[in-house]
């Protein structure tokens, strides 16, 4: 499956974004899909997830109650939308794709996207 992610530019702290992921090739409903971030210097970490039907998802502590993952099978998308956005939350945003259940691990996930930048400004 090849991942196509959009959607990041510069925002002020406490503005809103929505991320978008477009998904081509094989079932996308049969992946969970998740959104991972990586800041300079630092490692690739988890953001969010949700399952194959997209009734269940899971937060980093970082982004809970304040990101929306959510997926439209029928679109083959899924979204990240980013709300109260913090200058912490400034990184590379990747969508990525996985056949198992939904988990938080990156060695879980097969296929990656390409990464949009989101800088939030002080």
């Known amino acids: 499956v090849q991942l196509q992610a959009s959607g990041g530019g510069l925002v002020q702290a406490g503005g809103s974004l929505r991320l978008s992921c477009a998904a081509s090739?094989?079932?996308?409903?049969?992946?969970?899909m998740a959104w991972f971030r990586q800041a300079p210097g630092k490692e690739r970490e988890f953001v969010a997830a949700?399952?194959?039907?997209?009734?269940?998802?899971y937060y980093a502590d970082s982004v809970k109650g304040r990101f929306t993952i959510s997926r439209d099978n029928a679109k083959n998308t899924v979204y990240l939308q980013m709300n109260s956005l913090k200058p912490e939350d400034t990184a590379v945003y990747y969508c990525?794709?996985?056949?198992?259940?939904?988990?938080?691990?990156?060695?879980?996930?097969?296929?990656w996207g390409q990464g949009t930048q989101v800088t939030v400004s002080s």
């Open positions: 990525a794709a996985g056949p198992g259940d939904i988990s938080n691990l990156l060695s879980k996930y097969e296929y």
């Open positions: 090739g094989r079932a996308f409903s049969g992946y969970t």
């Open positions: 949700t399952s194959r039907s997209g009734i269940s998802t």
